[in-house]
């Protein structure tokens, strides 16, 4: 992905996650208040959970704020247990489902080996993998007309010569899930293709950060697929990502194969215990769900009506298509100019030509079609229509 034309990143540097501009870096470029701009890029929620500044208010957190955190974070993983209807054993914390990600490619992927990546997906899972000094096998999905999905047969036959599988169940950027049985089939694959060839299975990464929008997980299948490490986060539907707590799921064999490599205290004590009472209390959760769904609707078909073209969607997220690259980057260029950041993709992406767009509020959400209003009409040499009685004031 490329970053916005304010950020950069050196020619020289390692392989790395490229960021859109920050919120200080648009205001200066585009001479904006700071405060008026709003990330439509990170895929996070507007606002916490209200029990997340009640727990810091209170001021008993797991241990004090100048000691470190439980080595064993017990509290939360027991609640993560609970959450996720696993054993302690079988699920290891790390600072966001990132280091998560991290902690997965250093205990799996040595330098020279090599993972498979179905691409478009996360950009992190090809930066671990550079990152370790292994190769990367792009697979690319099948289209936008089949829902993005994986391409089973090219998956399975790029899996012979792979140490890891990275796979993402709903994908980032695409918005959707794998078709039922399709993960299930794969994974009956290549343990099938491993036991013929008499090696070890690949280690499958299964990334389900966008798991509670469609409320259910694959998590079950490690069972038959002991390789099977699958991820999960507060960042997105918990509303949480600024506390950085992800989790690792998989059987207690994989998880000790993974344990070794995380740092000591990487989560903080007002994490570990902000992120346990999140997960022991189900109404945050069902507020966020209903709240994303309620919007993401209303927010596709205003777009839309401003004639962008919107996929499908399970996710606190869009993709939209303008048909062209010199279409997508003029449209992100005018939204930077009103204080709006879409996330960009770059040279060589196959999505270049898209930019997508995060489920925000719905005073947020207003100025994002009204601006999708106004640069369509722009681009007539028009002036774009006033909102409908219905839609709600853009400046609150």
């Given at each position: 992905m490329t970053p916005t034309p304010v950020t950069f990143t050196a020619p020289a540097a390692p392989a790395s996650y490229s960021w859109e501009a920050t919120d200080e870096e648009v205001a200066a470029r585009y001479g904006i208040p700071r405060e008026r701009v709003v990330r439509f890029d990170l895929n996070t929620s507007p606002a916490p959970p209200e029990l997340a500044a009640r727990v810091v208010a209170a001021g008993r957190f797991e241990t004090a704020l100048s000691e470190y955190p439980p080595s064993d974070y017990r509290r939360l993983v027991a609640a993560a247990a609970a959450r996720y209807g696993v054993a302690p054993a079988e699920l290891l914390v790390g600072a966001g489902a990132d280091e998560v990600l991290d902690l997965i490619a250093k205990a799996f992927l040595p330098a020279?080996?090599?993972?498979?990546?179905?691409?478009?997906?996360?950009?992190?899972?090809?930066?671990?993998?550079?990152?370790?000094?292994?190769?990367?096998?792009?697979?690319?999905?099948?289209?936008?007309?089949?829902?993005?999905?994986?391409?089973?047969?090219?998956?399975r036959e790029a899996a012979r010569d792979a140490a890891v599988v990275w796979l993402c169940s709903p994908n980032n950027p695409t918005a959707l899930p794998e078709p039922a049985g399709a993960i299930e089939t794969l994974l009956a694959d290549l343990a099938a293709d491993a036991v013929a060839a008499g090696r070890p299975a690949p280690v499958v990464v299964l990334d389900e950060a966008y798991a509670e929008f469609v409320g259910r997980s694959l998590a079950p299948l490690r069972t038959t697929y002991p390789r099977l490490v699958v991820v999960r986060t507060a960042s997105k539907a918990y509303a949480l990502a600024g506390l950085r707590v992800g989790f690792a799921v998989a059987v207690p064999e994989t998880i000790a194969a993974i344990a070794p490599y995380r740092p000591p205290g990487s989560v903080s004590t007002i994490s570990v215990t902000v992120v346990t009472e999140a997960l022991l209390d189900p109404t945050i959760l069902e507020a966020n769900l209903t709240r994303v769904e309620r919007e993401r609707a209303r927010l596709?078909?205003?777009?839309?009506?401003?004639?962008?073209?919107?996929?499908?969607?399970?996710?606190?997220?869009?993709?939209?298509?303008?048909?062209s690259v010199d279409r997508a980057a003029a449209v992100a260029e005018a939204l930077l100019r009103r204080g709006l950041v879409p996330r960009t993709f770059g040279e060589g992406h196959p999505l270049r030509d898209h930019l997508r767009v995060t489920v925000r509020d719905d005073a947020e959400n207003d100025r994002l079609i009204e601006a999708a209003r106004e640069i369509a009409a722009e681009a007539k040499g028009e002036t774009a229509p006033g909102p409908d009685e219905d839609t709600l004031e853009v400046v609150r």
């Open positions: 020279a080996s090599a993972a498979v990546v179905p691409g478009p997906t996360y950009a992190m899972y090809r930066v671990l993998t550079e990152q370790r000094g292994a190769r990367v096998i792009t697979v690319p999905r099948l289209g936008a007309n089949q829902g993005w999905a994986l391409d089973l047969p090219a998956v596709a078909s205003g777009l839309r009506d401003a004639g962008w073209s919107i996929a499908p969607s399970v996710t606190n997220f869009l993709l939209a298509d303008f048909g």
